[in-house]
């Protein structure tokens, strides 16, 4: 099942859809006994209690008329997840090396936005800001996203879908220092800016997904393909990564962990663009992006030092 929440027509709080090929089916009918209406916490109890929810909510879809997704707006999955843990790296990438080390960042969850939102650019320049230089570019990093079901506590790998509810799309938008250093790396504070956190189009269910570690991930600028691949490049796979955060942490019921991006496919965002990212059975969300400062990169893939794109490496092989 594909969970939504939607706006419209007729305005209101954003309710629960259930989204299929012919549209967005209201079932907000079917949580109406929840203590929570709307938002967050709604999506929380829903979770929760989706086990004893889905033979209703599944009956409501089948009664209703669909909605055409031209006259719904969807806003985010999960409006403000409780923690957002992102994965540092993560992909193998063509490299032929040892793994290492699994490691993971909190991202603010403030900076959660939903399809057809604005990834606005803060106003910081090149030039010094407290005590060192502000960011030169930002780029785009398409991520798979885990959806968790707790409280989870040291889950082992081999229970990992006992925490995990089902899946959703982020970009983890990253402000850079140098090359694709992130902005302020230790504190990750470059991936922390509002809107930085697009978030969509819906939650697919884990029983849909099967293996997460085997699908499909794009990412289109202004229609050119940048990102392109798939979750099963991953140097560590879905269960090591419920394994590893839930034994340093608790979580709980609508946080998030993302998983990483294969860094071959980066490249800037600037004033105007359109970007869009799907990821199999997962669907597609599209974002745009304002820049007030109306700055200009070179566009294309990201091509400079500890770039991963396999022509980069090829050139920098053979130089």
């Known amino acids: 099942m594909r969970l939504v929440l939607f706006e419209g027509p007729g305005g209101g709080a954003a309710r629960l859809g259930v989204i299929e090929d012919d549209g967005v089916h209201d079932v907000s009918r079917a949580t109406a006994g929840l203590a929570a209406q709307a938002g967050q916490e709604m999506m929380r109890e829903l979770i929760d209690e989706f086990e004893d929810l889905r033979p209703l909510i599944e009956e409501v879809a089948a009664a209703v008329l669909p909605l055409p997704l031209d006259v719904v707006r969807l806003r985010p999955p999960l409006p403000r997840p409780g923690k957002i843990l992102c994965c540092i790296g993560n992909y193998w990438e063509h490299a032929q090396r040892e793994p290492r080390a699994l490691n993971m960042y909190l991202k603010n969850p403030d900076a959660v936005i939903g399809p057809g939102d604005t990834i606005v650019l803060p106003e910081l320049t090149e030039a010094p800001i407290f005590d060192g230089p502000g960011p030169y570019v930002f780029q785009h990093e398409a991520e798979l996203a885990l959806v968790v079901r707790g409280p989870a506590r040291r889950v082992t790998q081999e229970h990992w879908r006992r925490a995990i509810f089902g899946v959703t799309a982020m970009i983890d938008v990253s402000a850079r220092a140098e090359g694709r250093g992130t902005w302020r790396q230790g504190s990750w504070m470059g991936k922390s800016f509002d809107t930085f956190a697009p978030l969509g189009p819906c939650i697919t269910t884990l029983d849909e997904i099967g293996d997460p570690n085997s699908l499909h991930v794009r990412f ?100």
């Open 220 to 319: 289109w600028n202004d229609g050119d393909l940048r990102h392109d691949y798939r979750t099963d490049d991953m140097e560590h796979r879905v269960p090591q990564l419920v394994e590893y955060a839930t034994s340093i942490m608790t979580l709980h019921t609508g946080d998030v962990i993302a998983c990483g991006t294969n860094h071959e496919g980066l490249g800037p965002l600037q004033d105007g663009e359109t970007c869009v990212m799907e990821i199999e059975k997962v669907g597609r969300m599209t974002l745009h992006v304002s820049d007030p400062l109306k700055r200009q990169w070179e566009r294309g893939i990201y091509m400079g030092p500890n770039s991963t794109n396999p022509e980069a490496v090829r050139l920098r092989e053979g130089a």
